[in-house]
């Protein structure tokens, strides 16, 4: 396999990056030592006071901690200090509906601001925050809430009539808050900025959500306060996030990247963060870009498909995004494609970095000082022992493939699976957490992803990642995304079959693709491919592949599709696309997009 370097020069830091040194921090590192840079002295610990109110006595106190947008373009804005107030307001007005220490409270929110001040508002007074993605429909309601028997959610008058439909099932439920309306909005002004924050163990529990459910039912995964601490380093080091920054996180707080990124980790470093309330829409992302001035960003490689095959060809010249000077990717595999196309259009490269909700903060990453393989996740964060396991949790050297695999006892674990302790037992092995995912290590320690354990493909007798033949597909001109799972075959006991979706551009414009290459049959009249059009774009996007690859691992079978079947947080659900082609029923779709 070819591996594309991308150098770091002077170009790449208008300052130096906090980490100057990877390897020399990494042989030296200790997590105890960084407790006191965020105000984490003695046992106790609150990760929204460490998180927010610190900032209050300091001359940060003023600084913006928010700038948000509305999907209609309404803004408002905060101070750290009327966020550490409006979470107080909350946190008494929660307290004044009977919820204590250890009670479940959810939210049940569009990004808006109340979202941000109502998380922080429950941690401060000791109770668990859980999130739910504005999107989910009544079962998936019913199924988290029961599950985590949560005493209260917090909601919008839009949004309540789907707790309404499932509140006869939730015994447990007491209250329903709706903030937008009058009388809510009457007892928040009136409520008490005045609040004493709960002192709490590092243990004790934070903050609770279910997985994106990519791979099947979503698992209740449980946060300790302690995460914080991983959470503010990682956003110093991977996210480089600086005083002088300005910073847009794009994932929803119904995942846990919104959570550890987009208020407990970023606002810890003290950094002005940007949230942009509406859908995606590539016009829309570089105006938010370019208007706030964003410097970092951290994105997922879904959402940087989309940029790649939009309408909008050089963002640079159509938008000032001179500002930014940092990038991040997280989420799904980052096809190299994708990171090469950044290098070209914004003239830095997108920094991949894996973790999972059950990981709670960053554990693998290209940090801004260190070189990017290419393809790669990167490597293990200072403090992480990350490692390539065999199914006995034995590990394997380096360039062999197994289970991605970390040595437990990393500050932001997740604590438990909420009520499903056999569950959390089962991602322990010969004292390792086993990930689910597959990858290998290269000579030089980095990380290399090949698929979820589930959808890696055996055929003829060789194993093949999804992921590799997915980003082979996508650096054809003609494919801006591909799904590809294994077929069970009597012959090769799996066969490899690809699910692509086209550049429409590839057909429709006579010439040249979006992305530059040329089309098969140049008729810009015709509205669609012809079927002999269509095979011959297939053996060609085979041999594509197996040009790419190793001869094995090409699509003996490709279908094009117009979309790939994703979780609401932008996943390629192959298990979907599996059982689709078996004809076998699909298991949880609660986190399913349209499709
Ligand atoms: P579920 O566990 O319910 O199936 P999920 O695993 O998608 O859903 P998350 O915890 O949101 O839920 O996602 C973590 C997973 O996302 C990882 O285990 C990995 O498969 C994938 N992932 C995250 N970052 C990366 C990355 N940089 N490269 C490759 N895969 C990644
Ligand atoms: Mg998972």
New binding site residues.
Partial sequence: MKVDIYKKTAKDFKELPNLEDYDKTYRSFEWKHWRKELGWFDGKINAAYNAVDRHVDTWRKNKIALYWEGESGTTQQYTFEQVALNSNKFGNILKDFGVERGDRVFLFLPRIPELFFAFLGILKIGAICGTLFSAFQEQALEDRLGNSDAKVVITTAELKPRIDKVKKHLPNLKHILVVDTESFVKSFASASTELTIAHMEPDDYAFML??????????G?VHAHRAILQEYLTAKWVLDLKDSDTYWCTADPG???GIAYEILGSWANGVTSVVFGGRFDPKRWYQILEKYKVTVWYTA?TAVRMLMAGEIKHPTKEFDLSHLRHMC??????NPEAVKWGIKVFGRAFH???????TGAIC?ANLPCNDIKIGS?GKPFPGITAAIVDDHGRELGPNKEGNLALKPGWPSMMQTIWRRPQKYESYFVNKWYI???RGWRDNDGYFW?IG?ADDVIKTSGERVGP?EVESALVEHPAVVEAGVIGKPDALRGEIIKAFVVLDKDYFRHSGKSAKGGRIQNPDPGQARMTKEQEELLKEELSQYVKKHLAGHAYPREIEFIDKLPK?R?G?IMRRILKAKELGLPIGDTS?LEEY
């Fill in positions: 279910y997985t994106s459910g990519t791979t099947g039912k979503p698992k995964v995942w846990v990247t490689p990717s997280v989420g799904e595999p980052l991949d970095n894996w973790w999972q909700t059950e693998i996740m990930s689910g995912d992803f979820r992921f979780t947080s996943k986190t």
